[in-house]
Nanobody
Framework: VQLQASGGGLVQSGGSLRLSCEAS????????IGWVRQVSGIQREPIAS???????KYADSVKGRFTISRNAANNIVYLQMNNLKPADTGVYYC?????????????WGKGTLVTVFS
């Protein structure tokens, strides 16, 4: 499985961005896919995840502002980020966890930088 993230950028506080993560390869083995954020020098923080078609989970810091979804072909996962705050600044990584035949394997895409200025 390969993950390609895109959509980061520079945005003013209160603005919106949409991140995309395109998955390729044996995507049928993916059980959970989501986004993890890393601020410089700080541990990576899970932001949002999607399991199956509609089981979503969010970090408390983004609930009500971020929405994770996938396209009909199930090969692209989106993270719609609204009402962005400077604290949302960081590198966002797409992450996936696989089931059989690659049970327990983690996949990471290259990060995409989000910078929110006040």
């Amino acid at each position: 499985v390969q993950l390609q993230a895109s959509g980061g950028g520079l945005v003013q506080s209160g603005g919106s961005l949409r991140l995309s993560c395109e998955a390729s390869g044996d995507i049928s083995s993916i059980t959970v896919i989501g986004w993890v954020r890393q601020v410089s020098g700080i541990q990576r923080e899970p932001i949002a995840s999607l399991e199956g078609q509609a089981d979503t989970k969010y970090a408390d810091s983004v609930k009500g502002r971020f929405t994770i979804s996938r396209n009909a072909a199930n090969n692209i996962v989106y993270l719609q980020m609204n009402n962005l705050k400077p604290a949302d600044t960081g590198v966002y990584y797409c992450h996936a966890l696989s089931n059989w035949p690659h049970y327990g394997k983690h996949y990471w895409g290259k990060g995409t930088l989000v910078t929110v200025f006040s």
